[in-house]
């Protein structure tokens, strides 16, 4: 019983300690979405440096079907505009959704025409911490996380599809969800795991 007790305990502070990361969906582009840029390069690049990426976030290309198309592809196609050695599948059908699920910089360019020699490609960088762009650490906070979702004011993506805020202008949100309800939730469970074993 003892050691029941223990383990129960042990769950108890696990959950207590856990504190689950933020996973952001940024939108590229923002409100000018993916396409070619008027800025040329410069356009994608300053949204990047705007913008932190971590583990787990998330990117939605906003773009017309068979209008614009993604593709990642490593440095050495990025920087000369070709397909070689592309990292997965074309996409041609927008918007799309992609995850960024591992550290170091992620390149994307557009593969129709001239459009990336025209500036319609993005590198980012992903990092494992929450740093800001400009390296100040953002606030801590309690606050669990669920999964990122888009909402009904934004275009259902083509890679994966969500259901949580987006703001309707294409700019990002932070999603977050009470860690009241949550740490209820942990208590009322634990609780019933708690006299289950004691009774």
């Not at 070619?36 to 990117?59: C, E, M, R």
């Not at 490593?74 to 960024?100: H, M, R």
């Not at 550290?103 to 129709?112: D, E, N, R, S, W």
Request: charged share 10%; hydrophobic share 40%; net charge negative.
């Amino acid at each position: 019983m003892g050691g029941g007790v223990g383990l129960v305990l042990g769950l108890i502070a696990v959950v207590f300690v856990h504190h689950p990361t933020a996973q952001t969906v940024r939108v590229v582009g923002d409100s000018t979405g993916w396409t070619v840029p008027q800025g040329g390069a410069a356009f994608y690049s300053d949204w990047a440096s705007k913008n932190y990426f971590t583990i787990g976030d998330y990117l939605t290309f906003n773009f017309e079907s068979n209008m614009h198309n993604v593709l990642k592809v490593p440095k050495e196609s990025f920087d000369a505009c070709n397909t070689y050695n592309a990292i997965g599948s074309l996409v041609t059908t927008g918007p799309t959704t992609v995850k960024l699920d591992t550290v170091g910089v992620h390149y994307f360019i557009c593969t129709i025409d001239s459009h990336c020699v025209q500036g319609q490609k993005l590198s980012v960088t992903v990092t494992v911490s929450t740093s800001t762009p400009g390296g100040a650490m953002p606030p801590s906070s309690n606050i669990a996380q669920p999964p990122p979702h888009i909402d009904a004011c934004a275009r259902t993506p083509a890679i994966l599809s969500f259901s949580s805020p987006l703001n309707c202008d294409g700019s990002s949100v932070a999603l977050t969800a009470s860690s009241t309800v949550l740490m209820a939730i942990h208590y009322v469970t634990l609780s019933a795991i708690v006299i289950s074993l004691l009774f």
